[in-house]
């Protein structure tokens, strides 16, 4: 059984952005304290005891504190249940909480050289003790199972897989330390439980459904899909900012070629959107967007939510 919970499921800047004074960060910080929301990341186990983090995000320590599932065992003086982290890009949303992680415990970074090529180049990141912190490499379509931090297996088989993206906004016109072949910047995940053979994937960046990845979305038990923009012009037409969502990377929500209809009819147990940009009116629980996303039968997860495969 795959366990899957939900540390957060905002974009960058999360819900309240601490500059933002859109409606719904405005009414998160006043009489609806439960659209708040932290930056996207989940946490997988298939032991329940092991669990494996995928993103790191500067929220970090704020999910572990609300996280029971993830919280020292009770009677040991330091100990931590999380044996990796899978890491799909090198956003800072994605990579800064790697840096709450530094008292010593012992776990794996997984990562493409790419992304790793980015921490080694970011001295800071060498907080994290390659004595206690491995960083393996992980490839493009070579799927790959996690080791708990004795080495033995945790059951978990993890497929990472390229899709439409974009670098990371802040090496936008510069130089990649990785190198600036466009491989390995934004990967999805299929995340397998190896004893039932049930699957799920993770997508909290997409610029665009391909048939490709149609066919590799059917079957699964659940799907954890980039949900940014509810419109592609969102942000221009908010008045919040001058980029699309394409203009980032991330596919809309809505539209004809938006995620609700691309993945329309596809054989999908959960559809559940992650990375939900605070001016998404999605978020709204009376919104005619919330509406429509429910009725097409996506889910708008709360942080913390679990799910079981
Ligand atoms: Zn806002």
């Not at 952005?17 to 439960?34: F, L, Y």
């Not at 298939?46 to 009677?75: E, K, M, V």
């Not at 003086?77 to 949303?93: C, K, Q, W, Y």
């Amino acid at each position: 059984m795959l366990r899957v919970v939900i540390l957060g499921a905002a974009a960058g800047g999360g819900v309240p952005q601490w500059n933002c004074g859109c409606p719904v960060c405005r009414m998160a910080r006043t009489e609806h304290p439960e659209l708040q929301s932290t930056q996207a990341s989940i946490a997988v186990s298939a032991d329940g005891n092991h669990w494996f983090l995928i993103n790191a995000s500067p929220d970090l320590r704020q999910q572990l504190i609300a996280t029971p599932q993830l919280h020292p065992r009770a009677g040991q003086l330091r100990h931590s249940p999380i044996a990796g982290v899978i890491l799909t890009n090198g956003e800072i949303d994605a990579v800064i909480g790697l840096l709450s992680m530094r008292e010593g415990s012992p776990f794996t970074i997984y990562a493409h050289a790419k992304v790793l090529s980015i921490l080694r180049d970011n001295s800071i990141f060498n907080v994290l003790n390659e004595k206690n912190v491995q960083r393996r490499p992980i490839d493009i379509d070579q799927a790959f199972e996690p080791t708990l931090p004795d080495g033995s297996p945790s059951g978990i088989e993890i497929l990472p897989f390229e899709v439409p993206g974009k670098s990371a906004w802040y090496l936008e016109g510069k130089a990649h330390p990785g190198g600036n072949d466009g491989a390995g910047d934004t990967l999805g995940l299929r995340i397998s439980d190896k004893a039932t053979g049930k699957y799920c994937y993770f997508l909290a960046a997409c610029a665009r459904v391909t048939d490709d990845l149609k066919s590799r979305l059917a079957g699964a038990s659940a799907v954890f899909f980039d949900g940014t923009v509810w419109r592609d012009d969102e942000l221009i037409v908010a008045g919040l900012g001058n980029k699309t969502g394409q203009g980032m990377g991330h596919i809309a929500m809505s539209g004809e070629s938006g995620a609700i209809a691309a993945l329309a009819g596809l054989d999908i147990g959960s559809k559940m959107f992650l990375h939900i940009n605070n001016s998404n009116p999605v978020l709204l629980r009376d919104s005619a967007e919330r509406e429509t996303a429910e009725r097409s039968g996506w889910q708008i997860p709360a942080d913390g939510t679990e799910i079981t495969l």
